[in-house]
Structure formats: C-alpha cells, structure tokens
C-alpha cells in the first residue's frame, strides 16, 4: 500500500530533580504515490490538483486521473476530488493523457466482422476510433489514438488485436502496437517479439498471460483484453 500514514510518537522525559516534564511530538505525515513519484503530506485530506503539483506535473494539461485503491476497479477523479488518505489500501493516482482527436482516418470507420455486443458497446465508450478488418485471412481489431502512460516516448499509439475466427471460444492472444512502444528510461521491454504486418505499417506485439487463470469464453472479451493491456503498459513504468 503506497498511500500510507506514519504515526507520530510522543515522548514523554521526566526529570525528578528538574521537576518538569518535556514533551516532544513528532508531526504524523501521509504518503501518496502519484505516477511513481512519493508525495508526503502532513495532512490526512489531500486534494487532487495539489498532489499533482506537488509532484512535479502540470495540473493544466489534459489528464485523466485515476485513483487505485487495492481490491477495488480504478476510480476516474478530478483535479478538485478530495483524497483521505486514511482509506484502507490506497495505492497510486495514476495520470494518462487524454485524446486530443480519434486520429486522421477519415470516412466511416469500417466493420469487417462483428464483435460481442458487449465488445462493441465497451469500445464506443473508450471514446476512441476503432475499426474491425481483415488483412491476409486475420481478422484484426485495430484503437487508433490509445492513450499511454507517462513514461512511454509517445503519448498515444495504435493498439491492435488479431480476433481468431472462433472468437470468443478461442482466446485473443496478446496484443500489438504502432508505432511501437518504447520508455524514456531506454530500458528495453521484454516479450515483444511478436510481429504482424497490417495498414501497411510492421506492429509489434506483446506476449502476455493472465497469471495462472486461463482465458475464459464466458468471462474474458475486449473488454478484459484491454484491461490486460492497461495493466501490462502501466507495469512497464511503475517504480
């Protein structure tokens, strides 16, 4: 839990021959992990915009914050929600740029194959453009613009996925990027061999599991895709 409270200790000095007491109190701090950078605050409450500030990044720029807080989904938050940062489990504020725009494509985006009715009203809440196509017999979906965390030399790329024929019996494997992703630190990323040649453009893509839980037809979709790619990008840059 990267949220946390340091409880102040009260020591109390008795001198019998001085015949006082000294009383030394040390000022309790709470600590909030926002986008890896460790802010302390000596107050319980603190609001969004000023742990922003106060580690290092720009309140004015187009962000969507998200609050984690362990065992429950993110929590989207504003500049002026108020964090207690006595909550059991709070972990990070994580900020990702917002989309500026759904790309240059223009036209109606196209629908080659269907998806889940639940893919399909997942993806237009993204608020992204997206497209459903089929290149040399693969059938791909392909988010244009997909905001990457602070950490990436990029701030959007487009994500892609190759939906097999008997989707969702079988499972979406991994997922691919253009341009590819690579982080401000140099470090290379592993287990992003993989490569498929689609818009005319070479994605890389990213072998990942799901721990030790196979895909599941009546669980797993986009949706939960998506959730594994957001998870795998975001690990990448946490410290």
Partial sequence: MLASRELGLQMECHSESEGYKHTHQHEETWKLNVQGVLVVSHHPEILVRTAITEAG????????????VEG?????????????????????????????????QEGPPRRAFSLLPVDETFLSRLGLRWETIIEGQRRWLVVYRFPLPIGYTESHSTLAFEVPDTYPGAQIYGFYFYPPLCLTAGRAIESTQMRATLLNKEF???????????WTPSIDNVTTQ?????????KEVET
């Fill in 226 to 234: 998506i959730g594994l790619v957001e998870g795998s990008i975001c």
């Fill in 204 to 214: 890389h893509g990213w072998s990942r599991r799901r721990g030790d839980r196979a």
């Fill in 72 to 104: 429950h989904p993110k929590q989207e938050v504003s500049l002026d929600t108020k964090i207690d940062l006595r909550t059991p489990g709070i972990e990070k504020l994580r900020l990702v740029p917002k989309t500026v725009n759904n790309g240059d």
């Fill in 57 to 68: 990044f720009d309140p004015l720029q187009d962000w969507q914050i998200f609050l984690k």
